[in-house]
């Protein structure tokens, strides 16, 4: 037997070890469950998993080796989390449109064992994880070439019960998607959500098509394969021209080629560790109030890596505003800069915590 072979052999052997320690790792992970659905408690637990991680990292006597030990550990507990949910009957997460929408290809990145839940609209989402009938939602936020979600916007704020607990970026192509054998010269009118028609302009220009929004990507490619129609066309993803027996016509017609889709993660418990955190405040309508409030945020050392104002629903022209500051929201500092900001804003609300 070769080098080759006995580490190989070796490496099975250690596998074969860790399969029945897995096995007893999720046995009493299982126990767990039981105990959190008996006293209500919740799944994560952020104090437990830093010590557990410190712990892991300890017994480790290789330095150069404790990092990727750390992320071995973190990635059992993520796995052990999802079966937690499985057991606890919280693995259904929602999201708007149907199989094969960029929210859905999103979702199944973040949880890859939950159960997807489809709904019709982007209210009918933020209301699924507010009666409790997902443990999650899964909604666009921002995009890096045509903005801000704006009305998910509003939705986290006319939600005050849920809290941003992640994100997730998700490197969007959006591709032009036909019925087989169709030509770019037969095509009439291209259907797609308005995001991806925005991302497309300068090619639907470039071609004069054009264009109706749809409430999402994978809805238009089903109405394009539905309809029959070769003057007809849809912009999405790849793997939604497969599900639905569309063909890419032109692969990559988005105009900036780093184009990336940040969705964000809501839930109705509330987060408590992450190096990054948002917040929702008003203001007084008075001359110099915003200024105030980011000389505050500047005064107590945090980063503001985003800034967006929108109109107060039912009040014309008065306006919310939402920032994401970069920090550890748990430290005394966040306390402090919170009750500051509590007398300067007419009201302050910490939406999310997360880590990117």
Sequence with gaps: MDT?????????????????????????????????????????DAAREAVVLEKAAARIQNAALRPYYKDHVQNMMDVAKQ???????????????????FAHIA??????????????????????????????????FENSHAGDVSAVLDLCYNHPELWVVDVYDLPISQNLLVLPGTQLAQLRHVYSHQQAIAQSETFLKQFRLPATAMPNTAMAAKFVAESGDPSKAAIASAETAALYGLEVLVPSINTDGDNTTRF????????????????????????????????????????????????LPHVPFDYYFYVELVGDPSADETAALLRELDHTCRTVRLLGVYTK
């Design 4 to 44: 080759l072979e006995q580490a190989r052999a070796e490496i099975d052997a250690v596998d074969a070890q860790l399969a029945a320690l897995f096995e007893r790792r999720m046995a009493a992970v299982l126990s767990v469950a039981q105990y959190k659905q008996a006293h209500g408690l919740p799944i994560f």
């Design 264 to 311: 964000i993660v809501l839930s109705r418990e509330k987060p408590t560790v992450g190096n990054r955190f948002s917040l929702l405040f008003t203001l007084d309508n008075k001359p110099g109030k915003l200024a105030e409030v980011i000389q505050v945020i500047g005064r107590f050392g945090y980063d503001m890596e985003s800034i967006k104002s929108r109109p």
């Design 83 to 101: 079966y937690e949910a499985e057991v606890l009957g919280r693995n259904r997460a929602a999201y708007q449109g149907v199989e094969g929408a």
């Design 107 to 140: 979702l199944r990145a973040l949880f890859p064992h939950a159960e997807a839940v489809s709904y019709p609209t982007w209210d009918e989402v933020f209301d699924a994880v507010s009666r409790g009938d997902t443990a999650h939602g899964v909604v666009p």
